[in-house]
């Protein structure tokens, strides 16, 4: 009896339902694709802020930064964390050796690194030309092209101390700073040409994550590299955490706003639907329905909405919450299955509160409503 | 007579209004809030890059090839050109002065520090911690690493002006064992210079390594009075789009007046090479280019974000205004008894409507407003700036959704038999 009165409800009023399950449906999705959004974004941002580069490096803790050097069995410890640690998203070593350009007579810096790994790391460079593929080739500072003339494709000579090493330009970087004054080759060659095999003076990081698990990196490699100093470039992390914090307030309290107004606009369609059933309810009533059964099929309506309405809307708000991740970070986002639970709590919240005036029907005489006189909620 | 009736129903029920009010004013609120602090987040985040340090810097146009590794730079006093301090003023009068936000000059010196136990290679590194310039036709700026380099941290004090002080790097006063309050001798070339330690800098850069004394200091010490060698200039820009990125030198007349007159990092870079005789400013890309990148992402974000509140808003108005029309069946139906024409019956209830649109709108505006308002100062510090030019969008918004929401029941409604409606049927 039950369920065929609350089947016949149903199919009577389609249009009013319908209109009502469209809002759950969207508000649903739209809550559920933002808070989808909101718990990943921790993340998000901080591999964005990533095209920043380098925020923490390696240096050998005695003597002077610019002499000091460090072994490449350092190296090799940082280069294994990198594989096994996913914070660490880049990491390069660098040899500086100040050497001489015979063809101007000037000096110049010459940085070995892994070419390869540096250039996941300075997204920023411009290049002009193309990245080196040889051991031969290098990648030349622009302030150094221009007071040497070279230009991409062009051989010349490095000296230091006697002997000679010659590099092909593959490209021209134009990056704003230091970069520009140096001449970066893979690091075999600049550790020949200074004859300081298997040494580094340094080595760059690029890891992600908050300050905390920044500073958790950096402390297992303090220990496990007890010769070397280990130290954040504050700019690049002490600035970006404060950044991105802000960042995330911001989205957080905009999504806040975004679910309540959500919750209100399911609890008022509700409420309307209440009032359209006053009629129904005077009607049974009136023939002698218990005010509670009266009551557990109106919340069963409300309940089967929020429900249907719920799981169309989740399903509906992953994607697009994809698409938001993908247009905004260029990456696609994991579910995050606490959305569920969240998402029908609040519909089922709203849905019922909005059915709450309801309660007032075993107050009401049904007569008055029969008789269509001001019974308003 | 029409007037009336809509005062009327507006007066005569207020309390069937107030869901539906709250729900517009509420809506129009979020809306008009998301869409204020998405205008005016662009600009705050670009001010809260500019903790990342200088986005341009100038170095001397005749120079050599600096010998820099790790940002200290290895070259003799005598090698290379140097700036004139006495210029700078001039950087606070040029087009885009106003977003010149700091600038601290540099100039290093190769010292000696000499202590009982030991001798040490280092560098002097002479700059303004917060100093006072004067520019022309304007108040004093006070600028220094205080603005341009804030992440810097010093223990104890720092040096005054052009005093005959310096803050020691912390790997350096670790090395030597200095205290603040020391005094330590430094040679350079020939002479000998007693520095009182005010404090230990800790930079997270060369610095660490390094004396960081007043400008002045340095000059003296140098040989060149009011001289400088890099400076390194905070500027607000605008990312680059693929406009600022073409080469202005191939841009016409008026395409060159447009990049001149938008705050590109490169043609402010421009300006204050023009302001600085023999200066050559570039644009730190590391910083500018990736700040670019990242405020394109959190952009991005934002504006979808707002996107996810607008079609909240909307549905939240759009169901309220067809649920209150639903609501008024039997009143309809006895216009309609009464002998009201059709046409003029979904006049009356749309007027209505929009009324309580555009009230509920105005409302939920300043509403809005004020909230974008609480959100910028909790966030930023600062309060957004309210977007008077948002009302018109806000309520046109709020008018159009409401209409649409609106006109399909409106339609239904005034085709209805008026007879078994009235009966209660």
Redesign the interface.
Known sequence: MFWRIFGRELRASRARLALALLVVVSGAAVVSALVNLQLDIDGKLERTFRVFGANVLVTPKNGAASQALMPVSAWDEIAARARSDNRIVGAAPYLYVVARIPAASADAIVAGTDLNRVREMSSWWKLDGRWPSAAAEALVGADVARKLSITPGRRFTVDYGGKQQAFTAAGIITAGGPEDNQIFTGLAPAQQLAGLDGRISLAQLSVAGSATQIRQVMNNLSAALPDANVRPIPEFTTAEAQLAEKIRMLVGATVTLILALTVLGVLASMAALATERRHDVGVMKAIGGPTPRIIRLFLAEVGALALAGTIVGCLLGYPLSSWISERAFGSGVAMQWEVVPLVTALMFGAALAGALPLRLLGRIRPAVILRGEGWSL | MFARIIFESMAR?P??KM??S??LI??TA?AA??LT?ALD?GNR?AH??R???ANI?VTPQAD?????????D?RPVSAGSYLREADLGKLKAIFWRNNIEGFTPFLQVPATIETPQAT???TLVGTWYRQAIPVPDGPEFVTGVEST???W?VTGAWFSGGAKECVVGR?LADRLDIKPGQTITIRTGATNTALRVTGIIS????E??ALVAPLALAQQLAGQPGMYRTLMVTALTKPEDAFGRENPKQMTPVEYERWYCSPYPASIASQVQAALPGSSA?????????EG??LG??S???W???L??M???T??IA??A???V??RR?EVALMKALGAPSGLLAWFFLVEQLAVAVAGGALGFGLGTL?ARG?GR???GVPSTPQPILLPVVLTIAAGVVAAGSLLPLRRMVRLDPAPVLR?E
């Open positions: 029920n309390r069937r869901l539906a709250a729900v509420l809506a979020v809030a998301t602090v987040e985040l809260e890059f903790s990342f340090g810097l050599t090839v600096p010998l820099e590794i790790g940002g200290l290895t040490v290679e280092t380099n804030p992440w941290e790997m930079t997270g850069g060369s660490d390594q570039k644009v730190v890309r590391r910083v500018a280019e990736s990148r990242v992402r959190v991005a974000l934002f979808l974000i707002t996810g509140a079609a909240a808003a549905l939240a169901a309220m067809a649920a209150s639903v609501e039997s909230l959100l909790l966030v930023f209660g």
